[in-house]
């Protein structure tokens, strides 16, 4: 069975852009995370998808948005890019319903880097 | 808070030498708890477990107990290898659905 696959592996944006970022979960997955790793603050949860909904978010500015298609692939948006928006994005996914002790499961990350 | 805490790294090992890694949790409850683990250029991988109180998560020759009393989730391995090198990231449930809440990661690195 196919990973968690992310689309692109590598950017670079400068200030004031905006950009996507693609997921495509394992099959059957369809629970979708998105986290933001910096050397700075470490892991941070930024928003969870299911089912096309966002069932819930982290503390993050309005500007970092996303969605999930019908097929449960998912994208995030940045818009108005600022320097401390570098950072590795990572996605996760799982089956979505198995509570607090379902796994995770991690692709390879998209490296954002923001001149 | 709700937090998780890790001893601070980097952590350097020789070949089949014992690893701890400390990992500390607070919480409302008692949230399940995982080991991830990052090789380099990669994304995090799930090492272990452990979804209730006493439970023991193992895996490749790594384990680590719930330990309610101690709200603690320490990482050990008896005698680690080169391809260990790695950081290491102890998370806990974060109260919702597909949140978890990271330690801020470990760097172990194994020399011959």
């Known amino acids: 069975k196919a990973g968690v696959t992310q689309t692109p592996r590598y950017l670079i944006k400068t200030r004031g852009q905006q950009v996507t970022l693609s997921c495509s979960p394992i099959?059957?997955?369809?629970?979708v995370s998105w986290y933001q790793q910096t050397p700075g603050q470490g892991l941070q949860f930024l928003f969870e998808y299911f089912s096309e909904t966002q069932r819930n978010k982290g503390n993050f500015p309005g500007r970092f948005s996303g969605r999930q298609f019908s097929n449960s692939r998912s994208e995030m948006n940045v818009s108005t890019l600022e320097l401390g928006d570098s950072a590795l994005y990572l996605c996760?996914?799982?089956f979505g319903a198995g509570g607090p002790g379902e796994t995770q499961y991690f692709g390879p990350g998209t490296r954002l880097l923001v001149l | 808070g709700n937090s998780v805490t890790q001893m601070e790294g980097p952590v350097t090992l020789s070949e089949e030498a014992f690893l701890t890694i400390n990992c500390t949790y607070t919480?409302?409850?008692?949230?399940?708890l995982f080991w991830y683990v990052q090789y380099p250029g990669e994304g995090l991988q799930l090492l272990l477990k452990a979804t209730k109180a006493d439970d023991k998560g193992s895996n490749k020759g790594f384990e680590a107990t719930y330990r309610k009393e101690t709200t603690s989730f320490h990482l050990e391995k008896g005698s680690v290898q080169v391809s260990d090198s790695a950081v290491y990231f102890c998370a806990r449930y974060g109260g919702s659905q597909g949140n978890l809440i990271f330690g801020k990661g470990t760097k172990l690195s194994v020399k011959p």
């Open positions: 919480a409302t409850g008692y949230p399940s």
């Open positions: 996760a996914s799982s």
């Open positions: 099959s059957g997955h369809r629970s």
